[in-house]
């Protein structure tokens, strides 16, 4: 059995993009959280006209207003079909 060693350059390329990964990372973290505070500053505007605008889309800019507990801009309008529950006896 041969004994392999990796080349330096091979180590190095390996790290660098190991380094990048984690840059990017912390990028998108950094995103996110400037997304986040895009939807704050403008509580008239709808996720959709702000991820139209930045270039995201609206389903995208939800996910970012829930994972910062950014209130919605109306209430659900969904009820249940069942109607009121009776009472047991």
């Given at each position: 059995?041969?004994?392999?060693?990796p080349s330096s350059?091979?180590?190095?390329?390996?790290?660098?993009?190991?380094?990048?990964?984690?840059?990017?990372?912390?990028?998108?973290?950094?995103?996110?959280?400037?997304?986040?505070?895009?939807?704050?500053?403008?509580?008239?505007?709808?996720?959709?006209?702000?991820?139209?605008?930045?270039?995201?889309?609206?389903?995208?800019?939800r996910r970012i207003?829930?994972?910062?507990?950014?209130?919605?801009?109306?209430?659900?309008?969904v009820r249940s079909?069942?109607?009121?529950?009776?009472?047991?006896?």
């Amino acid at each position: 059995m041969s004994a392999y060693t990796p080349s330096s350059t091979a180590l190095d390329a390996i790290k660098a993009v190991a380094d990048a990964e984690e840059a990017l990372k912390q990028r998108r973290q950094e995103q996110r959280e400037a997304l986040a505070a895009e939807l704050r500053a403008n509580p008239d505007a709808t996720n959709a006209q702000v991820g139209a605008a930045l270039g995201f889309t609206e389903e995208f800019m939800r996910r970012i207003a829930r994972e910062f507990d950014i209130p919605r801009k109306r209430k659900p309008t969904v009820r249940s079909i069942k109607g009121p529950k009776r009472a047991t006896k």
